[in-house]
C-alpha cells in the first residue's frame, strides 16, 4: 500500500495538497502516482506567477515509461516551483511528499486554504480511490 500522510488532502488525479500558509499551499504528486509513473527523468513547471483555475495544468512529469500532466488541485497563482527537481527529478520517487513537491500556489479566492482543501479527498477517501 502507498504511503499516505493524513495530514495532507488529495485528487482524483494523484496530486496531493498541503496548507503551508492561510492563502498558500504546497502541491505533488502522490506516492502511488510517482509508482506507476516509476523513475522520473524530467519535471517541467508552469513559471512563477502563473495563474491557474483547479484543473488546469500545472506542467509535466516524464519518466522512462510515459508523461503525465500535473493538475491544480486548487485556483491560484504560481508563487514557488521546486527548482531542485530540474537538476534531482527522481526526488518525486525518493521523497514524494517532502523533498519531492513540486510547486506552492496562493489562493486567488478568498476563502482560506482550509477550506479550499476541504473540498479535496482525505487520506481515506484517497486510499479507497486507489484501492480500486
Known amino acids: ?23 498558500r499551499i504546497r502541491v505533488g504528486l ?18 512563477e506567477g502563473t495563474e491557474v483555475a483547479a484543473g488546469d495544468v500545472l506542467g509535466e512529469v516524464e519518466s522512462v515509461k510515459v508523461a503525465s500532466d500535473i493538475y491544480a488541485p486548487v485556483a491560484g497563482r504560481i508563487v514557488a516551483v521546486n527548482s531542485e527537481l530540474a537538476d534531482d527529478p527522481e526526488l518525486v520517487n525518493t521523497d514524494p511528499y517532502d523533498e519531492g ?25 484517497y486510499a479507497t480511490l486507489i484501492a480500486g
Open 30 to 47: 502522490t506516492d502511488y502516482a510517482q509508482q506507476q509513473l516509476g523513475e522520473v527523468v524530467f519535471v517541467h513547471q508552469k513559471d
Open 101 to 125: 513537491w513540486l510547486m506552492d500556489l496562493e489562493l486567488t479566492g478568498s476563502e482560506s486554504a482550509t477550506a479550499v482543501l476541504a473540498g479535496l479527498l482525505d487520506a481515506q477517501a
Open 1 to 23: 500500500m502507498s504511503e499516505l500522510p493524513e495530514d495532507l488532502r488529495y485528487t482524483q488525479d494523484h496530486e496531493w495538497a498541503r496548507e503551508i500558509g492561510p492563502q
